[in-house]
C-alpha cells in the first residue's frame, strides 16, 4: 500500500481535505497582498517644489494681492513640461514674472537659471492622501530608495526561504507554519508604526522573511493530504488566493489610501490565521520519513474520523506501520548516483527565478500605465482567473512540463514585442502587459506545484525552499533592474522578457509527473522517467 493508497483509505477527498483547503485559503488571500502592498503603500502621487508664500512674493513684486490662483503662479517659480505640468525636481533660481502670462508649454525656458528644490516637495493627493513616498520625500535624488525597500523586503523572502525551507524539513511544516503567520502579523502591523524609512525597511524585511514560511509551508501542507488525481484541482485552487488577494487589494487600497491604515488593514487579520492554524495537524508522510510512526497513525486516525471513516482509520493500523517500515528502508538505501535529483536541483529552480523575475518586474510599477492604479491593479489580478484556468486544464492534460514550458516562454515574448511597441501605441502595450502578466500569475500557480511534485518528502521543503531562494533572488532583482530604464529604456523590457525564454529551455530536462505520485524518497525520485 503506497500513501496514496492509504489516503484513499480514510476518505480521499473528504471533509478534512475541504476544511483543510479552505483555512490555507482564507490565509493565502491575507498573505498575498503583502507581495504587491507596496504599489500603493509606496505609490508615488504627482509632485513639485515646494514654494512657501508665493501670494506674499508676488505681492512684493506687483505692489498689490494677487488674485491668481497657485497654479498660475507656479509658473513663475517652476519650469513646466510640453504638457505644461510644472517638473518634478526644479525650480527656478529666481521668480520668472512674465512666464505668468504666457503660454509656457510653448515658450522657451532654456538658459533660465534652475537649482534643485530648496524647500521639499508639494504633493497632490486627490489619489494618495500619505505613502511612504510622501511621507519621507523619497522622489528625485531620493526616489531610488522607493525601489530599495522593496528589494529589502525581496531580501527577507529570499533568507526566508533558505531559513524555513531547511528548517521545515527538520521540525516540521505546521510548527513553522503557526510561527510564520504570527511574525508576519506582528511585522505587518507594527510597520505601519515605523518612525523612520530605515525602521520601515527593517519591519518589511521580517515580513518578507515569514512569507516565505507561510507560503513554503501551505503549500506542503495541503498537497501532502490531497490524493493524485485532485492535485491540480486542488493546488489550482490553494494558488487561486493570491488572485483574490490583488483584488481584495485594490478595493481596500481605493477605501484606505493612508499607506498606515492600509498596512494595519492588511496585517492585523492575518492574527486570525494564527490563532487558527493551530487546528492543522503535522503532514503524516513527514513524521513517517522522521520516524514518528506513532505520531503519524494517531493524525491519520484524526482525518479518518473527520472524514467519517472512523472505522477504517482503526482497521488499517496494521497496514500503516507495514508501510512505514518499508518507507523508512527506501529511505537508507544505497543507491549514490543521485542523477535525476541532480537534475532537478540544477534545472528546476532557474524557471522559479525567471517567472518571479519578470512577474514583479511587470507588477511592481503599475504607475507607469496611464489608468488610475487601482484599476490596473484589478485588471491585473482579473487578468489571472481566465489564465490560470486554462493552465490548469493544460496541467491536467497535457502535462505539466509542457504547461510550463509555454507559460514561461509565452509571456516573455510578448514583453519582448511590448518592449519595441512605440509609446504612443498605449492601449496595445498595456494589453499586451496585462496577458503577459496574466500569463506569468499561471506560471507561478503551474510552478509552486510542479515544485512539490518534484521534490520526494524527505527533502521536499528543502528543495522547494532552494527553488523559492532563486525565485527571490528574481524577485529581488526586478525593482532594481527597473531603475536601469533611466540609462536605457528598452534594457529592463529586454531582461524581463529574455530571462523566461531561456528559462524555459531548461524545463525540457525535467520529468513528468501527471498521474505520478508524489515521490517520498530519493529512489523515488530516481525512478521517474524522463521522456
Not at 533660481?93 to 537649482?115: A, C, M
Not at 511544516?173 to 502591523?189: D, E, F, K, P
Not at 513527514?286 to 474520523?305: E, H, T
Not at 523566461?500 to 530536462?509: D, E, K, L, Q, S
Request: glycine share 6%; aromatic share 12%.
Amino acid at each position: 500500500m503506497g500513501f496514496s493508497d492509504l489516503l484513499d483509505s480514510i476518505g480521499g477527498l473528504g471533509r478534512f481535505q475541504f476544511i483543510n483547503i479552505t483555512l490555507l485559503f482564507f490565509a493565502g488571500v491575507l498573505v498575498g497582498s503583502h507581495q504587491v502592498l507596496q504599489n500603493f503603500t509606496a505609490a508615488v502621487p504627482e509632485h513639485h517644489c515646494k514654494i512657501p508664500n508665493m501670494t506674499i512674493v508676488y505681492r512684493r513684486w506687483n505692489g498689490a494681492w494677487s488674485n491668481l490662483d497657485n497654479q498660475t503662479l507656479l509658473k513663475a517659480f517652476i519650469p513646466h513640461d510640453q504638457n505644461n505640468k510644472p517638473v518634478s525636481c526644479l525650480q527656478f533660481k529666481e521668480p520668472q514674472w512674465h512666464l505668468i502670462f504666457s503660454n509656457s508649454s510653448l515658450t522657451n525656458t532654456t538658459g533660465l537659471e534652475t537649482e534643485t528644490c530648496r524647500h521639499g516637495w508639494t504633493y497632490k493627493r486627490q489619489e494618495f492622501t500619505e505613502t511612504i513616498v510622501s511621507e519621507w520625500d523619497l522622489v528625485c535624488d531620493m526616489k531610488h530608495l522607493r525601489h530599495t525597500s522593496q528589494t529589502i523586503y525581496m531580501i527577507g523572502v529570499l533568507v526566508g526561504a533558505i531559513i524555513l525551507g531547511s528548517l521545515s524539513d527538520k521540525f516540521g511544516r505546521r510548527t513553522l507554519l503557526i510561527w510564520s503567520y504570527l511574525q508576519l502579523a506582528v511585522a505587518g502591523t507594527s510597520t505601519a508604526f515605523s518612525p523612520s524609512y530605515s525602521v520601515y525597511c527593517f519591519l518589511r524585511f521580517l515580513a518578507g522573511f515569514a512569507v516565505s514560511g507561510v507560503l513554503l509551508n501551505s503549500l506542503s501542507l495541503n498537497l501532502e493530504w490531497i490524493p493524485i488525481r485532485s492535485r491540480t484541482i486542488f493546488g489550482a485552487v490553494f494558488t487561486a488566493c493570491f488572485t483574490l488577494s490583488q483584488i481584495v487589494l485594490a478595493g481596500t487600497a481605493f477605501a484606505i489610501q493612508d499607506w498606515r491604515k492600509l498596512q494595519i488593514a492588511q496585517s492585523v487579520p492575518i492574527f486570525v490565521a494564527f490563532i487558527y492554524s493551530w487546528w492543522f495537524p503535522e503532514s503524516a508522510r513527514w513524521l513517517a520519513l522522521n520516524k514518528k510512526p506513532d505520531q503519524a497513525i494517531q493524525i491519520i486516525k484524526k482525518v479518518s474520523r473527520i472524514n467519517g471513516r472512523a472505522k477504517e482509520g482503526e482497521a488499517i493500523t496494521a497496514e500503516v506501520n507495514i508501510l512505514l517500515d518499508f518507507t523508512m528502508k527506501q529511505y537508507m538505501c544505497t543507491n549514490t548516483s543521485y542523477s535525476n535529483k541532480k537534475r532537478i536541483f540544477v534545472c528546476h529552480p532557474l524557471p522559479r527565478c525567471a517567472t518571479s523575475f519578470s512577474y514583479f518586474g511587470l507588477i511592481m510599477d503599475l504607475q507607469k500605465f496611464t489608468l488610475s492604479v487601482y484599476l490596473v491593479q484589478l485588471i491585473f489580478a482579473l487578468i489571472e482567473i481566465p489564465c490560470k484556468t486554462v493552465s490548469s486544464l493544460m496541467m491536467m492534460f497535457l502535462g505539466r512540463r509542457f504547461t510550463q514550458k509555454s507559460v514561461l516562454m509565452v509571456p516573455g515574448c510578448l514583453v519582448l514585442v511590448n518592449t519595441f511597441l512605440p509609446n504612443e501605441l498605449q492601449t496595445v502595450r498595456t494589453t499586451l502587459a496585462v496577458i503577459a502578466k496574466g500569463l506569468f500569475a499561471s506560471c507561478f500557480k503551474c510552478v509552486y506545484m510542479y515544485t512539490s511534485e518534484l521534490y520526494p518528502t524527505i527533502i521536499r521543503q528543502t528543495g522547494i525552499g532552494f527553488a523559492s531562494t532563486l525565485a527571490s533572488v528574481g524577485s529581488m532583482t526586478a525593482p532594481l533592474v527597473m531603475m536601469l530604464e533611466d540609462y536605457f529604456s528598452s534594457l529592463p523590457g529586454l531582461t524581463y522578457g529574455l530571462f523566461p525564454i531561456i528559462a524555459g529551455c531548461f524545463v525540457f530536462f525535467l520529468p513528468e509527473t501527471l498521474n505520478v505520485p508524489l515521490p517520498d524518497t530519493i529512489d523515488d525520485v530516481e525512478a521517474q522517467q524522463y521522456v
